[in-house]
């Protein structure tokens, strides 16, 4: 079974994450022969969740973090639950749409692979993506964002996080392949947004539990010296990798 690396942020990752772009969600209905059912893996607290309800007749959402689901929002036609990506509780050739946000890299992939084939329908949907590491607004910024990436918090990443560095590349896919759009997170941001942000990282958890010093801490000045007016919003941008394919 996957580890769990994100009760102890639950709070702040419902907080402090940025949505994915509605165009994403459209591609994907727009796939779907039929939109009765989708089954979002590793939902957390519900972001794609609540975007896949707006295009689809019923969602199964479900995270292995009982924290995570704790902090979603509800919605009438979505079911929050708390189970492994293994393990769906759903019947054969259920879903038309299988989805994991931001979570593949933590998966034992052949049997969840095998779980995905054994629950969606003929002619129905896998798709995974990820959102690459940020750039922010503004050369000094932006260097500080990527030192305390690499640098400070880096070693405290889990092993699994390159996954999400290479887009998904190294990663077996066990499906017919797709080509997908070029797509984007883009957000205008204040200071304490993008701290928000980084406090909701695994690695900056597991940072803090390993030394018993939030190293937001020192972050904050360096980054405040180099963004001026903490009022003022800065560009943030996220690339997205989607992988898509049938059975």
């Not at 639950?10 to 039929?34: G, I, K, N, V």
């Amino acid at each position: 079974m996957p580890a769990d690396h994100f009760s102890s942020v639950a709070a702040q990752y419902a907080q402090s994450r940025p949505s994915y772009p509605e165009a994403l969600f459209d591609w994907l209905a727009s796939q779907c022969a039929r939109r009765a059912l989708a089954w979002d893996v590793g939902a957390g607290n519900g972001q794609a969740s609540v975007a896949l309800a707006a295009r689809f007749e019923r969602v199964l959402a479900t995270d292995l973090s009982a924290e995570q689901i704790a902090q979603a929002r509800p919605h009438e036609r979505i079911e929050y639950r708390a189970a492994s990506a293994e393990r769906s509780g759903l019947p054969d050739g259920a879903a038309d749409l299988v989805t994991v946000a931001q979570a593949l890299h933590w998966f034992d992939l052949p049997p969840f692979y095998a779980e995905v084939h054994r629950v969606l329908a003929p002619g129905g949907l896998f798709a995974a993506w990820t959102y690459g590491i940020l750039s922010v607004e503004g050369e000094a910024p932006d260097a500080i964002v990527s030192d305390f990436y690499h640098r400070i918090v880096g070693p405290y990443w889990p092993a699994g996080r390159r996954h999400v560095e290479t887009g998904y590349a190294e990663l077996a896919f066990d499906f017919r392949p797709l080509p997908s759009p070029p797509l984007a997170i883009v957000r205008e941001w204040t200071l304490n947004e993008l701290l928000g942000y980084v406090r909701s990282w695994s690695a900056t958890a597991r940072m803090q539990q390993a030394t018993g010093v939030d190293p937001v801490l020192a972050l904050a000045p360096r980054l405040a010296a180099a963004w001026g007016d903490p009022g003022v919003r800065r560009t943030i941008t996220w690339p997205i990798s989607l992988r898509a394919g049938r059975p």
